[in-house]
């Protein structure tokens, strides 16, 4: 399932917006083992990062404790009309992004 | 002092040493107790009638504001036009013929230092220990958007009677090709299968009657009770009619609109033909004013004597108790109400109570004459319940003939627990 994102369409300049993203992963934590007793390895999002028109906003650094299919939710400015941009990286070369669009009155 | 130790002097003892020799106290300790239990539902009805029957001298009153009781087990029965609504009906004649009094009125205040209650007429009752098993209230501020208003539009359904009615109304009257939105909260709730149990069985309703409709479940949870038979026995019987957002899918509501029938989940926006609202909850307003209620929504108790751990000489039943692993169900209830009464009639008598095993039942029926079911016994372990061995669950891979069974003892189970607490 592809990331789910929600970027009000549509902002005053100036207000506080309200950014939410959940995006589909197992969060395997590398400490876990099968019945045959061996290691499940490690496979987790380690970075997500967010830019509004190019400029990073928000970024969160994503560890073995946080749990399967990582919500994040997080406030910033509605300064211009344009777009943001997500980027999720992670283990075993995982890496997936999103974008939304915003107008700004 | 050389007088014999019976039940009447234990009573009067604790009642002297409560209230310092006050002269009114003796005349109280006359009769065995006065207990009043506000509820008449599963938890409270069964609590009240375990009392007298343990004890014929004590006075127990029951304030219930409902002459008639609405069971809300089999009530999906009813919303999918199975089962009639008369069915789900119980009055409390027999209850008062035990001579529980019954006074059909609500309770509206509560005060613990004089231990009193006081019903909505202005009446004020007496009590030794008061019984609180007022089930849910809904936590509207969780749910920006839906009130009382907003349930003649999207019923909740989820207090039976007019709203169950309501719900099975509207189901009559959406178009084939029509979407039926059940909108589910989070734990704890009550009775956490039964919405499952409600879109496997407006399913049934939509399949033989609206073949081209679908079922659309926006959930607060990834997983639920029963999870794998409930999905099991949709893809058997219903395909792909039902379909399921959950949690980590963005299930989750978190607004409704009544106006334009649009619920909102944290990704996005839906406006079905059908809007069933389930919104989160938590104890009944009267546990609140009674101040037995803390910041979760739910009453922390004792869950050997079910004594409230914020208010004196209240102990707290059913849906409406911070029970842990025990779920917030009828049979649960009843059993709670049944534990609760012996433990009061040990307290009054000086004894310590002992640790109540309880035991839960939860039957499902997905279809007519396809049912599973989960049992579980619990026993207090801290501050809660915690589930001990002997539980079951109805295997996944079952022949057709055992769903039939447990879906006729799904009745006989409604006949048995019905007839135990009103009959």
Not at chain 2, 139 to 153: F, Q, R, V
Request: hydrophobic share 40%; glycine share 8%; with cysteine.
């Amino acid at each position: 399932m592809p990331a789910l994102i929600n970027v009000p369409a549509k902002a005053k300049r100036g207000g506080v917006i309200e950014i939410r993203t959940l995006t589909s992963h197992i969060m395997e934590t590398g400490f876990r083992h099968t019945v045959d007793g061996k290691l499940v390895p490690r496979d987790i999002i380690t970075s997500f990062t967010c830019r509004y028109n190019g400029d990073e906003i928000f970024r969160a650094d994503l560890f073995p404790a946080i749990a399967a299919n990582p919500y994040l939710s997080f406030f910033t400015v509605a300064k211009e009309s344009g777009k943001f941009e997500f980027e999720w990286i992670g283990d075993n070369g995982y890496s997936s992004t999103a974008s939304a669009s915003i107008i700004v009155e | 002092m050389n007088v014999p130790v019976t039940r009447r002097n234990a009573v009067l003892g604790i009642t002297v040493a409560a209230t310092s020799l006050i002269a009114p106290s003796i005349l109280r300790a006359q009769s065995a107790g006065r207990i009043v239990v506000v509820g008449g539902g599963f938890g409270g009805a069964a609590c009240a009638r375990a009392l007298k029957r343990a004890d014929p001298r004590l006075q127990v009153t029951l304030i219930e504001p409902n002459k008639t009781f609405v069971s809300c087990p089999l009530s999906n029965a009813v919303i999918a036009g199975l089962r009639k609504m008369e069915a789900q009906q119980f009055g409390y004649d027999m209850l008062a013929a035990e001579g529980i009094a019954v006074v059909a009125q609500a309770a509206t205040a509560i005060d613990t230092q004089k231990r009193s209650v006081t019903a909505a007429d202005g009446t004020a009752f007496g009590y030794d220990r008061l019984v609180l098993s007022p089930g849910i209230d809904f936590h509207l501020e969780a749910l920006p958007g839906y009130d009382a208003a907003a349930s003649e539009k999207m019923p909740h359904a989820w207090k039976a009677g007019a709203q169950t009615l309501l719900l099975r109304k509207q189901l009559e009257a959406m178009a084939d090709g029509g979407t039926v939105a059940i909108a589910i909260p989070a734990n704890p709730s009550r009775c956490p299968p039964a919405p499952y149990e409600r879109a496997s069985l407006i399913a049934h309703y939509l399949k033989t009657h609206k073949p081209r409709s679908k079922v659309l479940i926006l959930d607060a949870k990834d997983n639920f009770s029963q999870q794998r038979l409930f999905e099991t026995a949709w893809k058997e019987l219903y395909g792909d009619m039902i379909e399921r957002v959950a949690l980590s899918q963005g299930g989750r509501v978190t607004s409704v609109d009544p106006a334009t029938m649009t619920i909102v989940t944290e990704f996005g926006n839906y406006t079905p033909d059908v809007a069933n609202v389930i919104p989160p909850q938590r104890a009944g307003r009267i546990a609140e004013i009674a101040g037995a209620m803390d910041a979760t929504g739910w009453c922390p108790i004792d869950p050997v004597s079910f004594e409230s751990k914020l208010a004196p000489n209240i102990h707290v039943i059913g849906d409406a108790c911070l029970g842990g692993g025990i779920p917030k169900s009828a049979s649960a209830a009843s059993s709670q109400g049944k534990a609760c009464a012996s433990a009061i009639v040990d307290l009054l008598a000086a004894r310590a109570p002992e640790a109540p095993r309880l035991a839960g039942v939860c039957y499902n029926t997905v279809a007519p004459g396809y049912g599973f079911s989960l049992a579980g016994n619990y026993q207090p372990k801290g501050d809660i319940f915690a589930e001990v061995e002997g539980g079951t669950t109805s295997p996944v891979d079952a022949p057709r003939d055992l769903r039939a069974r447990e879906a006729a003892e799904t009745e006989r189970w409604f006949e048995t627990i019905t007839a135990d607490t009103f009959g």
